[in-house]
C-alpha cells in the first residue's frame, strides 16, 4: 500500500490507523478500475468521486484522502474518464515533487 504514495507522504502518514489502510485500498481499488481502460458509470463514478475530493480541498476540509491516491491514477484518470478540468488534475497531483509536475504535465497536455 505505501508504495503508491509520494515520498512527501509517507512521512506523514501512519498506516497503522485502520482509516488510513482502508483509504489506501480505496484509491488502489479505483486505479485498478481505471486500469482496465473500459469507460462507463464505474468510471463516471470515479470522475465524480474525484470532483467531490477536490471540492472538498477547497472549502478547507482537514486533512485530504487525496494523500493515499497513486501518481500513475492521474494519467488513468485523464485516459478512460472525460475529465475537461485542468484545475482537478492540479488538484489531484502533488505538483512539490518532480515526478508529480511531471504527471500533471503530461495529464494537462492530454486534455
Same mark, same amino acid.
Given at each position: 500500500?505505501?508504495?503508491? =504514495?509520494?515520498?512527501? !507522504?509517507?512521512?506523514? %502518514?501512519?498506516? #497503522?490507523?485502520?482509516?488510513?489502510? /482502508?483509504? &489506501?485500498? =480505496?484509491?488502489?481499488?479505483?486505479?485498478?478500475?481505471? +486500469?482496465?481502460? @473500459?469507460? +462507463?458509470?464505474?468510471?463516471?463514478?470515479? !470522475?465524480?468521486?474525484?470532483?467531490?475530493?477536490?471540492?472538498? =480541498?477547497? !472549502?478547507?476540509? #482537514? +486533512?485530504?484522502?487525496? !494523500?493515499?491516491?497513486?501518481? @500513475?491514477?492521474?494519467?488513468?484518470?485523464?485516459? /478512460?474518464? @472525460?475529465?475537461?478540468?485542468? *484545475?482537478?488534475?492540479? &488538484?489531484? @497531483?502533488?505538483?512539490?515533487?518532480?515526478? +508529480? #509536475? #511531471? %504527471?500533471?504535465? *503530461?495529464?494537462?497536455?492530454?486534455?
Amino acid at each position: 500500500m505505501s508504495t503508491s =504514495l509520494s515520498a512527501s !507522504q509517507l512521512h506523514t %502518514v501512519s498506516m #497503522r490507523d485502520p482509516l488510513n489502510r /482502508v483509504l &489506501a485500498n =480505496l484509491f488502489l481499488l479505483i486505479s485498478s478500475i481505471l +486500469g482496465a481502460k @473500459t469507460a +462507463g458509470t464505474h468510471t463516471q463514478f470515479v !470522475q465524480w468521486f474525484m470532483e467531490e475530493c477536490v471540492d472538498c =480541498l477547497e !472549502q478547507g476540509s #482537514r +486533512g485530504s484522502i487525496l !494523500q493515499f491516491m497513486p501518481f @500513475t491514477m492521474v494519467s488513468e484518470l485523464v485516459k /478512460v474518464s @472525460t475529465m475537461s478540468s485542468p *484545475k482537478i488534475v492540479l &488538484a489531484i @497531483t502533488d505538483l512539490s515533487l518532480p515526478l +508529480g #509536475r #511531471r %504527471v500533471a504535465a *503530461k495529464a494537462i497536455a492530454a486534455l
